[in-house]
């Protein structure tokens, strides 16, 4: 089970108000590469992990990427406060107005909705283990591109935060890969 | 949100931004003590300061409610809407 803390991971500020910055963010949010896939996918994937490492980390990590969630949420909740259906139009959230007002919505920077086609377990560890970190990577990078996209030193610095998490989560897979291989190599030795 | 309180706030992130870094690292090299060792002093302290929040300022999970002197786990400012 999980329980619920009520304090972000990260003290998570923006500057000023500013809705193209929502607009692009929010792909963190409901995007391909972004925090609620990550959660979904190492969640999901822990069922079929053959070592109590990888149970672990899949357990951990996915956790953790519940919390950024959350972060990216709040940084698109402050970006996009108080703004009228004028400000949004012009921002090209008109279309997410009209569906969804101010709430929030999972999906990319161009508005399409999350999919589970976003994530796969197949059931090997090693081919699962290697999607994660190939996530990892992603998702730094797009991290790096919404840092290139703003000038917002208080986002950048929520942003940047969030971007060297995805390399200490690269680390942690790479090493649980590692020790998964040298497990399934033990069994085959007489 | 007073300053006193966003300080102690924020230490206590920093401190579970420590828990968590032990945590994952330890993940994968269980076998290291020294590790170990600053994971529990972390916790530890971790806990003092958590105590210190919840006795003035209100429940961080909502099982801390129970020594509260009434029903404020619904109390706002929630996370998201937090001033840092």
Known sequence: MWIYEKKLQYPAKVGKTDLRMAKYLVTQYGGPDGELS?????????YSMPTNVTKAILTDIGTEEMAHLEIIATLVYKLTKDASPEEMERAGLGGHYADHDNALYYVDATGNPWTATYIQAK???VADLHEDMAA?????????????LTDDPDLIDTLNFLRVREIVHFQRFGEALDLVQEYQNSKHIF | MQREQLELLKRI??????AIEFNLYLDTHPGDQRAFM????????????????????GPLIVDDTARQPCWNWIDDPWPWEIEY
């Not at chain 1, 990550?38 to 822990?46: S, T």
């Not at chain 2, 992130?13 to 420590?18: D, G, P, V, Y």
């Not at chain 2, 600053?38 to 300061?49: A, H």
């Open chain 2, 38 to 57: 600053d994971f529990v002093n972390t916790v530890r302290e971790l806990e003092q300061q958590k105590e210190i929040y919840t006795r003035n300022y």
């Open chain 1, 38 to 46: 990550a959660a979904l996918r190492y969640l999901n994937q822990r």
């Open chain 1, 136 to 148: 990892e990577e992603k998702a730094r990078a797009t991290y790096q591109w919404l840092i290139d």
């Open chain 2, 13 to 18: 992130q920093a401190l579970e931004f420590t």
């Open chain 1, 123 to 125: 059931g090997d560890p």
